[in-house]
T-cell receptor, first 111, second 120 residues
Framework: NAGVTQTPKFRVLKTGQSMTLLCAQD?????MYWYRQDPGMGLRLIHY???????AKGEVPDGYNVSRLKKQNFLLGLESAAPSQTSVYFC??????????FGPGTRLTVT | AQTVTQSQPEMSVQEAETVTLSCTYD???????LFWYKQPPSRQMILVIR??????QNATENRFSVNFQKAAKSFSLKISDSQLGDAAMYFC?????????????????FGTGTRLQVTL
């Protein structure tokens, strides 16, 4: 039981490049979330999903897209990376809406 | 909108001593959940303790306990017998209670965190 895993752990992008972050969970959780963590700002919700095939916007969705084609995977895409998207990205999942289990994070730097 | 405030950017405690981390929140809801998460240098977010707002009894988990004051909208974390492994960032978080997810109702609202140092 690996819990929540994230790929990759680190990435450096140039402005305008695109990439996809992968989150996978093996706990059969319905709910999945993407957060970003910036210094001094705590974690902020980007997008979330309440089940396979569903997605919804969170607090800071601009510049990101997501997909949940399979229940166990939640992908976060950056179509045209900007320096403002330099951050640490966390994926989380939960069986109920209340208790969320987090992945180890992806550190993304956009130059 | 809900907000969570952690007014202590950094705290320090000696090993084996007790420390209390503060958290206040603002909400118009009457039913909700409050959480404390720990983030060690590994960056992994670890759930420390959870409190349901409808419960008057303060939650406890081994050396960790909370002081939940609903009227004051205060939710402090007490760590007893501090250990070197307790050194980390601690985040207070809030979530509305409810069975339906709509808009941003599903989100956890986090405070900005308190960095706890544990000294010998």
């Amino acid at each position: 039981n690996a819990g929540v895993t994230q790929t990759p752990k680190f990435r450096v992008l140039k402005t305008g490049q695109s990439m996809t972050l992968l989150c996978a969970q093996d706990m059969n959780h319905e709910y999945m979330y993407w957060y970003r963590q910036d210094p001094g700002m705590g974690l902020r919700l980007i997008h979330y999903s309440v089940g396979e095939g569903t997605t919804a916007k969170g607090e800071v969705p601009d510049g990101y897209n997501v997909s949940r084609l399979k229940k166990q995977n939640f992908l976060l895409g950056l179509e045209s990376a900007a320096p403002s998207q330099t951050s640490v990205y966390f994926c989380a999942s939960s069986y109920t809406p209340y208790e969320q289990y987090f992945g180890p994070g992806t550190r993304l730097t956009v130059t | 909108a809900q907000t969570v405030t952690q007014s202590q950017p950094e705290m320090s405690v000696q090993e084996a001593e007790t420390v209390t981390l503060s958290c206040t929140y603002d909400t118009s809801e009457s039913d909700y959940y409050l959480f404390w998460y720990k983030q060690p240098p590994s960056r992994q977010m670890i759930l420390v303790i959870r409190q349901e707002a409808y419960k008057q009894q303060n939650a406890t988990e081994n050396r960790f306990s909370v002081n939940f004051q609903k009227a004051a909208k205060s939710f402090s974390l007490k760590i007893s017998d501090s250990q070197l492994g307790d050194a980390a960032m601690y985040f207070c978080a809030y979530r509305r209670r409810g069975t339906q997810l709509s808009g941003t109702a599903s989100k956890l609202t986090f405070g900005t965190g308190t960095r706890l140092q544990v000294t010998l």
